[in-house]
């Protein structure tokens, strides 16, 4: 299946997030977010969007969240570089245009290959989503100037995730901890190369996630977690939508307080450890 919305170039004119830390971290809240257009001539025709860390209007890596109305279904058309999408509310629709929809829920994954034409659409109450690319600027485009760029397409519904626990992973030491691996090559102990991943933290869980990467981005995905670390003077409480990130050596406190359990989308180019 393929891929997403409607993005123009002219999607600079939103309010930048608030940044909620200092040092080597920063966190992002969901509730303090104040929603732009993803196309600002189209005004409330247009998806809404804000960009949690980059610029998507230049040549640089970027996350976003972008949100759409129900009932949104875009023009077929293609994009210059490939992205990824996670949901986070709703359901959603990324494919060829004369694909049958199938609609994807609160944490399904997908990707949608440079030059792929297709469509995207969304039928929930409300429909939010966390797309990031590795490099930009990312355009829209006509579907006539399609191409192959040789990557496939992919949609993974969430019911299709499979999720692994400590037994399985090294890098989890928390029972009823789990992890899932979506990109990236994560083989090589050593490797700097950058992966995503997601982990399922239970409902109560009070630990730690301790990394020594030089880029660390993190997106919660569902749930409700409260937050704090070294560079925050008090705890905050992170909804969907939801970000922190920190640089080389940092430990990030989460705890878990709700009876549900909250997903976690990770950024990275190391391996973290969740304690």
């Known amino acids: 299946m393929k891929n997403f919305i409607k993005i123009p170039v002219l999607a600079l004119l939103f309010s930048l997030p608030t940044f909620a830390a200092t040092g080597t971290s920063k966190v992002v809240l969901a509730d303090n ?6 196309n600002p001539l189209r005004g409330a025709l247009s998806p809404g969007a804000v960009d949690l ?13 972008v949100r759409f109305n129900k009932g949104f ?4 058309h293609i994009h210059n570089i490939t992205y990824r999408g996670i949901v986070i509310n709703g359901l959603m629709h990324n494919d060829a245009p004369n694909a049958e929809k199938r609609w994807m829920p609160t944490g399904s994954f997908w990707t949608q290959p440079a030059g792929g ?45 499979v999720w692994l626990n400590k037994s399985d992973l090294n890098d989890i030491n928390v029972e009823g901890v789990e992890s899932t691996y979506l990109w990236g090559d994560i083989s090589n102990e050593s490797s700097v190369s950058m992966r995503g991943s997601m982990i399922k933290l239970p409902a109560g869980f009070n630990g730690k996630i301790v990394t020594k990467a030089d880029e660390f981005r993190a997106v919660v995905i569902s749930g409700v977690v409260n937050y ?22 940092f430990t990030h406190e989460i705890e878990n307080k709700s009876n549900t359990e909250a997903v976690i989308y990770i950024r990275t180019n190391k391996k973290y450890r969740v304690n």
């Open 73 to 76: 279904e875009s023009p077929p």
């Open 228 to 249: 704090s670390s070294e560079d925050l003077t008090a705890s905050n409480t992170l909804s969907a939508g939801s970000y922190f990130e920190s640089a080389n050596d």
């Open 33 to 38: 977010i104040e929603w732009g257009y993803l």
């Open 117 to 161: 034409e297709h469509t995207t659409a969304a039928n929930g109450a409300t429909n939010v989503i966390y797309l990031e690319i590795d490099s930009g600027p990312y355009l829209v485009k006509p579907s006539k100037e399609s191409f192959d760029n040789n990557e496939h397409p992919l949609n993974l519904h969430t019911d299709n995730i």
């Open 53 to 65: 860390w980059g610029n998507r209007t230049t040549d640089t890596a970027t996350g976003m969240l």
